[in-house]
């Protein structure tokens, strides 16, 4: 399924590059040709995906009818705290229930939900692994559910579980898979599909994760690491500022 195939953004599956430290010590080894991942440049880029799929993508049909293919449930669908925008509080039942709430409720029970408060976030992560793992995660659908800024605002997340996905049919068989990435009993993954659209460069970046974490289980870390890893920097996620 394809949304849309001509947006300026819509640079491929694997053209956040540009971000390539984001959760993956693999990235490590492109430091020398690639600029470090600085969160506080990309954190903007992701509110903006947020905002898109809050606000526009879970309200458009094919989004729903997608969503609904692989069994998972947008935030305007989760009950009793459905998220209809990235602003307006989400809904709540007018009448005795709603009266009972301002009358004073119970601090103490923890099945009481505030008639003003909504979750002040959805995580997009299980929506990138459920496309990842049907097969769905092309370019065309990532800009429909995510906008224009998907390649700088969840591009890089979009990677990470490409290979979180590899490393897990590597890991173990495929009821273990698929029970992973399954989420609630009514959100079970309808069907695997092997990783799409792989070329020879995210396979080899792959390869060198996985042999980082086959150092990690031999405890070949630090002064034990690998010569090659010895000199490497430990990756830092926030830009800091000069000395004067």
């Not at 799409?196 to 390869?207: D, L, P, R």
Request: aromatic share 10%.
């Amino acid at each position: 399924m394809a949304f849309n195939q001509a947006s300026p953004s819509n640079q491929g599956v694997h053209a956040a590059a540009s971000f390539p430290n984001q959760g993956s010590p693999s990235a490590m080894d492109h430091r020398a040709t690639n600029p470090p991942f600085e969160i506080l440049e990309w954190y903007p880029q992701f509110q903006s995906c947020h905002r898109y799929f809050l606000d526009v993508a879970q309200h458009t049909g094919p989004v729903q009818a997608l969503a609904a293919f692989v069994n998972i449930q947008l935030p305007f669908q989760k009950e009793p705290d459905p998220i209809v925008s990235s602003t307006v509080p989400s809904p709540r039942p007018a009448g005795p229930e709603r009266a009972r709430h301002l009358g004073g409720p119970n601090p103490l029970d923890r099945n009481h939900h505030s008639p003003y408060s909504h979750p002040a976030t959805v995580p997009l992560i299980p929506y990138i692994r459920r496309l990842v793992a049907t097969g769905h995660d092309s370019p065309g659908v990532l800009h429909g559910l995510f906008g224009d800024d998907w390649v700088a605002g969840i591009g890089s997340l979009h990677q990470v579980e490409r290979r979180n996905y590899l490393f897990a049919a590597k890991s173990t068989s495929w009821l273990k898979v698929k029970q992973a990435y399954d989420m609630s009993p009514q959100e079970t993954v309808p069907f695997l599909r092997p990783l799409s659209n792989v070329t020879e460069k995210e396979i080899q970046a792959a390869e060198s994760t996985w042999s980082e974490w086959l150092a990690m289980q031999d405890w070949m870390l630090g002064p034990r690491a690998p010569e090659s890893r010895k000199h490497e920097d430990p990756s830092p996620r926030v830009q800091r500022q000069p000395h004067p």
